[in-house]
């Protein structure tokens, strides 16, 4: 069946969720209209090497190099260098691959020489052949902060070397308030035909992003229907905390309290099959909902479910106003 081309799209994204489904929208819309604005505050400083891993996730998934099993990294690399450091009594447990570390090298070589993120990105993206526009969300550092039961912990002690299981009191988005957006952001959501929200989680990969100055309202005055993907799958998410975040913060984890996080900026939401009984709770609130199969274990369901957004977002478009 032909499609018609849906124009510009801009799409929110975390790691590993958005990835999977930034592969389908790149099969059905092509390159050059298609930007993905990235949350850099994951990032963090190992071994002296700058790591931005959603960006990292992005870019590896796009240029087909990602490992499929971890959703991280890249496939088929190796870990020897980062167990060699062990031996000198250093803390291994956030894993650089061996040609993972050319990918952080060569971003703080040019980070030190002056180069912005987004520059060095952009570099980063052209070397892979990825035609995707990818733009962290501001060259400003932000660094979420999670205060836990256990003290305060940076987003990656929080999810790797604690595995997630303190339970979380409050989320911080250090240096948000000051941060700028990354040329070509605002630009990027304004021109939009469709603005997407990636299953990615509401908290520590969407809520940064939108904290940026400027992003939400830019959000909240486009032109273009937004439309969110639910991370969840029957309360749960493919991968992460989102669940336990959403409990630890007072929230039940389902697509209307998803959905309640972002009242001020969407207009449709795609939620997995599992989750179809939530349906008419979001009709109510105003916000038009479709379901399919969200779980994209494979390229055919990453492509099945970028074209369900394509499909409900030009479903808005074009309803009468009411
Ligand atoms: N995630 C892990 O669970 N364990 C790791 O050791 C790990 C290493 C890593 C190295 C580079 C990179 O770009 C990402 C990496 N990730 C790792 C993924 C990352 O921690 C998270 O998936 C994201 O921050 C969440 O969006």
Do not use: C
Request: charge should be positive; hydrophobic fraction near 45%; glycine fraction near 8%.
């Amino acid at each position: 069946m032909k499609r018609a081309r849906p124009g510009k799209v801009t799409v929110l994204a975390g790691g590993v969720g958005a990835a999977r489904l930034l592969r389908g929208l790149a099969a059905v819309v092509p390159a050059r209209d298609l930007t993905v604005v990235v949350n850099t505050g994951d990032d963090d400083v190992f071994h002296g090497l700058h790591v931005s891993p959603d960006i990292d996730t992005i870019l590896y998934t796009l240029a087909g190099l990602s490992d499929p099993g971890r959703g991280w990294g890249l496939r088929g690399d190796t870990f020897h260098a980062i167990d060699a450091l062990a031996r000198y009594g250093r803390e291994t447990w956030f894993r650089l691959g061996d040609r993972d570390l050319a990918t952080h090298l060569y971003r703080t070589t040019e980070r030190a020489a002056g180069r912005r993120l987004s520059t060095i990105t952009e570099a980063q993206t052209r070397a892979l052949g990825v035609g995707v526009r990818i733009l962290p969300m501001s060259d400003d550092p932000v660094r979420t902060v999670i205060e836990t039961a256990r003290g305060r912990l940076s987003f990656q002690e929080y999810l790797v070397r604690e595995r997630a299981r303190p339970s979380v009191r409050a989320i911080r988005y250090h240096g948000v308030r000051k941060a700028r957006p990354a040329p070509g952001v605002l630009p990027a959501i304004r021109n939009a035909r469709v603005l997407i929200v990636a299953p990615s989680n509401p908290f520590v990969s969407i809520a940064p992003i939108l904290g940026v100055p400027g992003v939400r309202d830019a959000l909240r005055r486009a032109a273009a229907p937004v439309i969110a993907v639910s991370p969840l799958i029957g309360g749960r998410p493919v991968k992460g905390p989102a669940d336990r975040m959403m409990r630890s913060l007072g929230m039940r984890p389902d697509p209307v309290h998803l959905a309640g996080l972002y009242s001020d900026l969407l207009d449709g939401l795609v939620l997995d099959d599992t989750d179809a009984r939530f349906l008419p709770a979001l009709e109510a609130r105003r916000i038009r909902a479709a379901t399919t199969n969200t779980l994209m274990k494979t390229p055919a369901r990453s492509t099945a479910v970028a074209q369900e957004v394509l499909h409900l977002a030009h479903a808005v478009a074009t309803a009468p106003a009411s």
